[in-house]
């Protein structure tokens, strides 16, 4: 795994489409019983170096009812996004990850984690890549319906405070999906 680890940091493959160079963040152990699926790091995050320290992260902790110490375990959870380097500012906010990654690295990951128990899919991205034709016509109608895809996959909307909107008008969310999230999450990791 370390190996596996070391050469997707050292990748190189989209660097000259990448506006603030290489950077892959991911967190991944043989051990990891969830994997949390996102889109790509964002600025911070490349910054940074750390997968998920920012305010997406923040929320996405609450959401799962878990501490930094947990979520940053990698032994207990994965953290691998679709797009390993940030994919650059767009007009609305930031591209969508390389297309690259996922298929040239994904699989590779999952054949070193056997004791992964439940894959958190996070935003349109990394459902539309694993759900295929199981997911619905909507990313709402999807997470009102996180329960046909449990138990391999909880699905979720991206916990960006640029989501606020779409939280407010789907209340539903917090009352229902939110509590069986922190359920599951407990369930697996204790």
């Known amino acids: 795994m370390q190996k596996l680890l070391q050469e997707i940091r050292k990748c190189e493959i989209c660097i000259p489409e990448l506006e603030l160079g290489a950077n892959p963040i991911l967190s991944a152990d043989e051990a990891s019983k969830i994997v949390i ?19 997406s992260g923040e929320n996405l902790r609450s959401w799962m009812g878990i501490d930094n110490e947990i979520f940053y375990n990698p032994k207990k ?20 990850p390389r297309k690259e990654c ?6 590779l990951l999952f054949q070193k984690m056997q004791n992964v128990e439940m894959i ?12 295929l034709q199981s997911k619905k016509k909507t990313l709402t109608e999807t997470v009102k319906n996180y329960q046909d ?11 960006s405070p640029r989501n606020n909107i779409w ?9 229902l999906v939110v509590p069986k999230l922190k359920e599951e ?3 697996v990791l204790s």
């Open 167 to 175: 939280r407010a008008k789907n209340e539903w969310f917090e009352k």
């Open 185 to 187: 999450v407990k369930r």
């Open 149 to 159: 895809f449990l138990p391999k996959f909880f699905v979720l909307p991206h916990p």
């Open 120 to 131: 958190l899919l996070i935003g349109k991205y990394a459902q539309d890549y694993y759900l």
């Open 102 to 107: 996922a298929p040239l690295w994904h699989e």
């Open 37 to 55: 699926i996102g889109q790509a790091p964002g600025q911070i995050v490349h910054r940074n170096g750390v997968p998920w320290k920012d305010k």
């Open 77 to 96: 959870i994965a953290l691998v996004p679709m797009g390993f380097c940030y994919p650059g500012k767009g007009k609305s906010g930031d591209l969508p």
